[in-house]
């Protein structure tokens, strides 16, 4: 069945440094694919997303490319901030019947440091 | 325009007990989705419901889970004869649409059990 795959956490940063997280995926067909971010104590915000292979999404200095032949979604910033700490999940949609079924990463917990 | 509300936050429930977790999906949509967390992990798709009718219901455990989402009201995730192994969070989501559309996610409740 379909899965998502992500580096494991805890991941420790200076603020201004570079953060990747990666992300792997494998499934059936071509899924869209979303990074969310849980703060503490919150549910869950979309951070971007990709639909089709080579799209690149961005938001909030995040991007992530959609990467088919390497079935990768890893998601950068190129100088993070303290309030960038929380935990990030990698997620496709199975879309599969036409609905938006979400298959989550076990998430990245980044911890950045003044 | 309000958010996705899930009532309550916390719940505390001994073993044995029953649990009701109640999601208002935000205004105008119509599509929501049940998930888990485990403690650690990442989130666990259980059910997806459209209005008064359930559309797909593949992750949710064959006995003691139940979910409904009436014409009027909130959806209504229902586990009977709680167990120590159902301590999570349990996260709503709602669409506007089917499909490829943004899912938007409440706070979640924390269920423990004792």
């Known amino acids: ?114 | 325009n309000a958010g996705v509300m899930q009532n309550p936050r916390h719940l505390v429930r001994r073993r044995g007990q029953e649990a009701r977790l109640r999601c208002s999906p935000m205004k105008g949509h119509s599509h929501v989705y049940w998930y888990r967390q485990l403690p650690e992990e990442g989130l666990k798709f259980m059910v997806y419901l459209q209005k008064e009718n359930i559309i797909d219901e593949s992750g949710m455990p064959k006995e003691r889970f139940s979910a409904e989402f009436p014409k009027e009201g909130p959806s209504i995730l229902r586990i009977q004869q709680v167990v120590r192994g159902d301590s999570a969070a349990y996260f709503c989501a709602s669409s506007l649409g089917a499909g490829d559309t943004e899912a938007f996610f409440g706070q979640g409740t924390r269920l423990t059990v004792v």
């Open chain 1, 1 to 114: 069945g379909n899965s998502v795959t992500q580096m494991e956490g805890p991941v420790t940063l200076s603020e201004e440094a570079f953060l990747t997280i990666n992300c792997t995926y494998t499934a059936t067909g071509y899924p869209s694919l979303f990074w969310y971010v849980q703060y503490p104590g919150e549910g869950l915000q979309l951070l971007l997303k990709a639909t089709k292979a080579d799209d690149k999404g961005s938001n909030k200095g995040f991007e992530a490319t959609y990467r088919k032949e390497t079935t990768s979604f890893h998601l950068e910033k190129g100088s993070v901030q303290v309030s960038d700490s929380a935990v990030y999940f990698c997620a496709l949609s199975e879309g599969a019947g036409g609905y938006n079924k979400l298959i989550f990463g076990a998430g990245t917990r980044l911890a950045v440091h003044p």
